[in-house]
């Protein structure tokens, strides 16, 4: 039986990698166990440009697939798996890919000492903002699992909010159109719900009170063993307890619940509902990371393994909540999501993508590879245009002005945003409802990206009014769901 210092096959001493993820979660296990346009008409009869969902050499591009690692594109065929983003633990000045598949840049942190300010994170200074200025709009990740002991980033809770911090600050100063992404835990265990408790208790005490800034949560969602290797280090593989955490154990699991469904959905569920109850609901929620770990002789072969990649995309792409989903994408509990790996590591891991020789390129789709090429290539790809939010805000004095704002979302999946028109009304536009302002020009990429339009009604008299707000009220674009572009709401002026 291995020892904790010698956990990395091949290695005397624990070592850090900087890509992975979950990677060195299970080398325990491996150690131990060896554009197209065309028209139609509009009510009025005018005949106007109609853009259709982008469709790249006929397979449709899906904002909501991912994976993890590319090294080098030439060395796999990365094109046949029909990616809408990917991620490499890094955060570089320009993508890997093609400008249709969406870099998510990760900035890794290190915990240099017990306080909250000892920490260092990667890019930094003058480069990380080449990176800010070379990704404009871009997800952030901050951290790769940082409630992970020993491996990847390592950081007790304090120090991740403080880095958090530093680097949500430097990130919205130079961009103030990204996105932060805070988390990227392992695995969403009630043990490591407790971490971000103490993340962002930590984050209110660091700055007096405030509430933590997240534009969305990370996690990763492998299905691993909890257990301290102080505590039972013959049978400590997984993802073992997070740094801050006084436990000698987690959630205690067996090898074979690595594709456990029900757990998956579970923990999926249930961290949704953390965010809830944190004042987060509502907002992006993406699996950055996740996949079978477990090798063939353990009982995961190939079929076993398609089986699990094939019932967690059904799953993501459908579960919703009215309550606890993402409003801004029909209320689904999951945006996006990244499968661990291309495969471009090596094959250590199961779930690779690609396989073949060293230094014999270019690898062809390994058997999940190609399930997944063929999973994504039978999607139809969607645009669906919608008010996600729709309020007033009327002035207590006359002469009365009213401030009108939507907040305009897609559920679609497309990748690049598609520019409609958003009008609002007095009165019901299809019964001669008048125009309040003029049609307000929006671009939104799919998979719940949103962006709030204003008007202000001037010199409004007292009175009850039903308002109106149309998205894409040219009708210009072919949506999958044309029955949700208008929306409603009836107000009092009684100045």
Known sequence: MLKKEEKVVGLQTRKKIAFGGALLLVFIVMSL??????????AAGVSQTTFLPLVSNGVPAQCRFGVNVIQNPANVEIAKLNLGWYLNYNANKSSLLASSTVFVPVIRLTQTGPNAEDFTYSPSGQALLDVITANPGADWLIGNEPDRADFQDDMEPHVYAAAYAELYYIIKTADSTARIFAGTIVQPTPIRLEYLDLVLDSYSQQNGGADMPVDGWSIHNFILNEVSCDYDPGNCWGAEIPPGIDADF???????????????KQRIENFRQWMADRGYAGLPLTVSEYGILMPDYLGFDDARVNAFMNETFDYMLTATDPVLGDPNDGHRLVQTWSWFSTGAVGDVYNGYLFEGAPNQYPWKLSPMGQNYANYTKNLTPEIDLYASAFSSEISLTAPTTVD?????????????????YVQFYNGNPQAGGSPLGSAQPVSLKGCGHNEAVTVT??????GSYQLYVVVDQMNQIFESNEANNITSIQITVNN
């Open 33 to 42: 166990l060896l554009s197209s346009k065309t028209t139609r008409q509009v």
């Open 250 to 264: 987690g959630e205690i699991l067996s090898i074979d619940d690595n594709d456990n469904m029900v757990l998956f």
């Open 404 to 420: 009108l704002t939507a907040q305009v979302a897609n559920s679609g999946t497309n990748i690049f945003g598609r520019d409609f």
């Open 457 to 462: 009604w001037n010199n409004v008299p007292n």
